[in-house]
């Protein structure tokens, strides 16, 4: 086993974790991405998931730059990750320069943001389309068959999880999980911008520091975030935490 192949395994260890006890798809997608930087020659990740209406959402990126980025893909509703999505095949763009004329609000956004490469992956199961994995690179050309195969080796792993959530529980239940999850992430986008306004932190930092809260104290993203939103005690709760640490 090489070691990226050992790297692999253990990422894959780490994504069953959010399978198996209080199934939650904003740490399965979150775990997806964070692991997709990890493992390949990428400078940043971000995940679209479709809603029970089929409309895609921005659910999980590595960055503020990402999620904006995938947010820019669905207002415009164009772009690599979309495609991935819509045909269910994947979209490697080795340099986002030829891009613009198939995409040139998504070219020139993510060229503004440093970007020049882009592979776009579906999460998809036969005739289940879910949403798609977007890896972008800060240079052109970096990504190989290698890569791109174990970028959809998680993607897949990722969108069986999901779907296997569906097959163990009534359909309409999941479908009402995943739309509160979806939910979800606006209360977690409130409580990144409440926390980086009152302690002076950026986007990234701010949502790092959640997420660090959350798993140092056994909770839920949602629930801390919901907290924050909900209770401005929390805030000093949560700063506190991070100083002890």
């Known amino acids: 086993m090489t070691g990226r192949d050992g790297a692999l395994t253990a990422a894959m260890i780490r994504m069953v974790d959010t399978l198996v006890v209080d199934y939650d798809p904003v740490e399965l997608t979150q775990e997806l991405v964070d692991t997709s930087v990890e493992l390949l020659p990428i400078d940043a990740a971000g995940l679209l998931l479709a809603d029970r209406n089929g409309e895609l959402q921005v659910f999980a990126s590595t960055s503020e730059e990402t999620r904006l980025l995938e947010l820019l893909q669905v207002e415009s509703a164009a772009g690599p990750c979309l495609q991935a999505y819509r045909t269910g095949e994947q979209v490697l763009i080795g340099d986002l320069g030829e891009g613009m004329q198939r ?28 949403g798609a994995l977007n890896l972008f690179t ?35 239940v ?18 990144k911008g409440m926390l980086a306004e009152r302690a ?20 839920r993203m949602a629930d801390v975030s919901r907290g924050l939103v909900e209770r401005s005690d929390q805030l000093e709760v949560i700063l506190n935490h991070r100083l002890r640490k």
């Open 103 to 130: 995409w040139p609000a998504f070219a020139e956004r993510a060229g503004l943001e440093g970007f020049r490469g882009v592979c776009a992956l579906p999460l998809r199961l036969r005739d289940d389309r879910l």
């Open 138 to 172: 800060t240079r052109v050309g970096v990504l190989g068959p290698d890569d791109v195969r174990i970028g959809q080796t998680l993607a897949d792993f990722a969108t069986i999880g999901i779907l296997h959530a569906r097959i163990l529980a009534d359909s309409m």
């Open 200 to 219: 002076h932190l950026d986007m990234d930092s701010s949502f790092q520091l959640l997420r660090k809260y959350a798993r140092d104290t056994n909770q």
């Open 174 to 191: 999941v479908n009402d999980q995943l739309g509160i999850a979806l939910n979800t992430r606006v209360v977690i986008e409130q409580a």
